[in-house]
């Protein structure tokens, strides 16, 4: 990437071993605190787990970025130049793509899966220029809910989640089905579970931006290495001026310190769901717990308040009544 004109010449990246014990996870924060929870938590999510659904040989796949030196606030840490990024128009651009734009099929992520389809296809080119990019994905995302056995998901009973990871697979294998019906040739590319873990991957890791006037999503490497916290420590943008993606510090980071991003403020749900980990804590810094519990109601038809009761909450705006309002 560097030959391509990124700069990250503060930044290591670094791979985690299977018996390291969380030191090398934590990093200070404020001068030397250590925030010891999140790393290990992040660790624990993502080691020690079976043969990959790809059935490729399993390996630790817990990385994280580090400052080799002090960087002040309001630095560039990562400068990515806009010909290293993979953005959703590079997908449209595919035969598959343009299958999918020329037809009225009805995805569930549309943007997700032209990054997908562009990366599918792509990684089997041993010529790509994305091939050291594709060679550090994780080979298995076995610490990914919808990977997981029946065994597995036994921990999350009594939970909503299992709906959620039932819908996620659903909508995967459909777009899936509905993608191989008016372009076959992604059958001959890409297996199932394949195509889940694509989608995993770029559901966990494409950035939302705005790219010369244009809104899009793109896959980032190296920026996309970046492990979670909040508050937030740095920021991230495409920059105009530079063609590049950035990320800049909000605060002074310490040589040897671990660098994050924050993935933003969420249930621990779509944390897991999502990117494979939970909080423990997961409070905003004003003691604000996102967390979220759905409640599903449902009225007995023999209830002699029925109708009146039914027209209460399917009046126009009843959707958006949260409690204590």
Known sequence: MRSNGAEFNDLELRQYDDDDDGEELTTSKKQGEVEGDLGEEKKASVENYDENVLGQEEEN???GVHANA????NSV???VPRKCLITVEMGKATP???AILKSDI????????FLMVFLLMDRRDPNSFFKPYYDILPKTLRNMPIFWDEEEKECLKGSHLLQQIEDRNSAIEEDYAAICSIAPSLATIATLDEF????MCVCSRNFGLLINGVRTSALVPHADMLNHYRPRETKWTFCNERQAFTITTLQTIRAGCQIYDSYGQ???HRFLLNYGFAIENNCESDGFCPNEVPIELSIDENDEDYETKIEF???EGASAIKRGE
Do not use: F, Q, T, Y
Request: net charge positive.
């Open 61 to 63: 796949e817990m990385r």
């Open 70 to 73: 002090d960087i002040p606030p």
């Open 77 to 79: 840490c990562v400068s």
């Open 96 to 98: 598959i793509g343009e």
């Open 106 to 113: 009805d995805l569930d992520a549309p943007k997700h899966v």
């Open 196 to 199: 889940k873990w694509a989608r």
């Open 266 to 268: 969420k249930c621990n």
């Open 313 to 315: 909450w399917c009046r």
